[in-house]
Nanobody, 116 residues
Framework: QVQLVESGGGLVQPGGSLRLSCAASGFTFRRYAMSWYRQAPGKERELVAFISSTGGSTNYGSSVKGRFTISRDNAQNTVPLQMNSLKPEDTAVYYC?????????WGQGTQVTVSS
């Protein structure tokens, strides 16, 4: 079955950086687009970044554009998310997503807290 495991979250000061990673298994990774979402307390889950199956196309939420970079390693079945110039409003649980077999699959999430 599809499994997505996020890692790399933690506490960071404003202006700092973090690198999240999503390890995927249970499906033919290289055939599917992947995404990162986030959900802050009291808010709806929102798209952070999207990457196509080949990595040739990416898209970002407006609030993170220019600061975050999504990539993928189709040999290692991983999706890193590099987050720079972090702001307190980036505080959220970050989730990896794969749309496989017509359904959305999610990891357990990793907490990112940006605070001084």
């Amino acid at each position: 079955q599809v499994q997505l495991v996020e890692s790399g979250g933690g506490l960071v000061q404003p202006g700092g950086s973090l690198r999240l990673s999503c390890a995927a298994s249970g499906f033919t990774f290289r055939r599917y687009a992947m995404s990162w979402y986030r959900q802050a307390p009291g808010k709806e889950r929102e798209l952070v970044a999207f990457i196509s199956s080949t990595g040739g196309s990416t898209n970002y939420g407006s609030s993170v554009k220019g600061r975050f970079t999504i990539s993928r390693d189709n040999a290692q079945n991983t999706v890193p998310l590099q987050m720079n110039s972090l702001k307190p409003e980036d505080t959220a649980v970050y989730y990896c997503n794969a749309r496989v077999g017509g359904g959305d699959h999610w990891g357990q999430g990793t907490q990112v807290t940006v605070s001084s």
